[in-house]
């Protein structure tokens, strides 16, 4: 059997390696040697490992995103904490996920000061938000985790998805937000960034939110 080192694998920039029968103590070992300030996401699953390395352009429509859902909360006077990229795991589901982003919103009391997780103890997060999310892995890891809200950006589009009958489908509102159109509005503004700026983006998005609220 030949054994490689970390170091001796490169990702590149939107790109992926898959890792297989990797046990949980690895999984840990890979974590710790990775570190916490590094580019690339994890996904854990059944011993199946994911690393991959976003694109320059996948951060760009994670943090606006993240600005346009914590617009929408605050104009809305709900509570959020954010968890960022947070690593989510528990050794007894053998699951372990990063999202590019991720918010408690209906248990954001639970969570204020916390600074560190325990999801036996712990609820996981209530909306987690990824970039271009292909893998089957990713999905699976949040679905065992007990995510019970995604958001999705792919294609210049927002999608989202809930859990039903123990699946993930896509919905056509968000459930957070069930009297807004999040999906098409959301979609039509990071378009707007694209094209004319991500300042002037937020600022409209600030006041199309205060003007459907009159």
């Known amino acids: 059997m030949v054994t490689l080192q970390l170091r001796q694998i ?29 580019a690339s996401r994890v996904a854990y699953l059944d011993q199946t490992l994911e690393i991959r390395i976003p694109l320059p352009e996948h951060e760009k429509a994670k943090v606006i995103i993240g600005d346009l859902l914590k617009i929408l909360l605050d104009e809305l006077e709900i509570d959020w904490e954010p968890f960022g990229s947070t690593t989510f795991k528990r050794q007894d589901m053998m699951a372990g996920i990063e999202p590019d982003d991720c918010f408690y919103i209906q248990n954001a009391a639970r969570m204020i000061g916390r600074e560190s997780l325990d999801l036996t103890v712990d609820p996981p997060p209530d909306l987690a938000i990824e970039i271009d999310v292909t893998s089957k892995t990713q999905l699976s890891a949040y679905q065992v985790l007990g995510v019970s809200e995604i958001w999705r950006y792919q294609n210049r589009r927002l999608q989202v998805y809930v859990v039903q009958s123990g699946k993930y489908v896509e919905s056509a509102t968000s459930p957070t937000f069930p009297d807004f159109p999040v999906i098409e509005e959301f979609s039509r503004f990071l378009e707007m960034a694209r094209l004319s700026g991500t300042s002037q983006a937020l600022r409209a998005f600030r006041r199309w939110v205060r003007e459907r609220g009159n």
Do not use: D, K, Q
Request: glycine share 10%; hydrophobic share 40%; no cysteine.
């Open 10 to 38: 490169s990702v590149p920039p939107g790109h992926r390696v898959l890792l297989y029968e990797v046990g949980w103590s690895e999984f840990e070992a890979i974590l710790a040697e990775l570190g916490e300030h590094r």
